[in-house]
């Protein structure tokens, strides 16, 4: 499919065929495509828990106060930031990359990010929504549909996932087979409203 036709035939869909289920050949395929998302430094900071199982995306939607999307829907995908992926193992982040380039972007990661915790969040934040976007442009590819997800209780889906304290749950966003469009559009903002040219 075509990128702008992918971007604008993207909805947040609420009904999903419950029947449709994903090899794991096409999750893996999503999934090696949605870890080409970009992130600072290439730090790669995001970590994905992809639940197919039905008990778990049960619970899931329990977690996500009764919504019915993560039940229904092919799979489940949480998008967390591992907080602590600065400062872990940096070199591999550049290992095709000469020596000299893997230790300035150590140094770099660690002047950045040692004493600034809000960093370190807001890069997970980032990245995470970068990631999101992929998986819902891939779905669209796949003659899939998608709703990314934050309506959920923190606490209850960080057990389901059995979540380390080290990471931080970010969203979700639940694939699958749409068996019902999503409502019209909102309302969407006059791009003179939202976009400026050179300055605000
Ligand atoms: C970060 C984020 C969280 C969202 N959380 C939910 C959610 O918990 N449940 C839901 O049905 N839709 C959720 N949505 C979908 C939005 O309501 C939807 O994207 C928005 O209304 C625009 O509609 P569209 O995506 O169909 O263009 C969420 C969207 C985003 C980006």
């Not at 934040?125 to 990631?131: L, T």
């Not at 934050?150 to 979700?172: Q, R, S």
């Not at 694939?175 to 400026?196: C, H, T």
Request: glycine share 4%; aromatic share 8%; proline share 5%.
């Amino acid at each position: 499919m075509d990128v702008f036709e992918a971007i604008s035939t993207r909805r947040a869909v609420k009904k999903f065929d419950p029947n449709h289920n994903l090899s794991s050949d096409e999750i893996k395929n999503l999934m090696e495509h949605v870890i080409l998302s970009p992130t600072s430094y290439n730090q790669q900071n995001w970590r994905f828990v992809y639940v197919t199982d039905q008990d778990v995306k049960d619970k899931i939607s329990v977690a996500a106060r009764g919504q019915a999307q993560p039940k229904d829907g092919s799979v489940v995908i949480v998008l967390c930031g591992d907080l602590t992926a600065w400062k872990t193992d940096t070199l591999r982040y550049w290992k095709n990359h000469p020596k000299e380039k893997q230790d300035i972007v150590k140094a770099a990661l660690e002047r950045k990010y040692t004493t600034d915790p809000k960093a370190i969040r807001d890069e997970a934040i980032r990245s995470c929504g970068m990631a999101a976007q992929t998986i819902m442009l891939a779905a669209r590819d796949m003659g899939l549909d998608s709703c990314p997800m934050v309506g959920f209780d923190y606490d209850k889906l960080a057990k389901i996932i059995n979540l380390p304290e080290t990471h931080l749950i970010v969203m979700m966003v639940v694939v699958g087979k749409k068996i019902e469009d999503a409502p019209p559009r909102g309302g969407q903002l006059p791009l003179s409203d939202v976009a400026f040219e050179n300055s605000f």
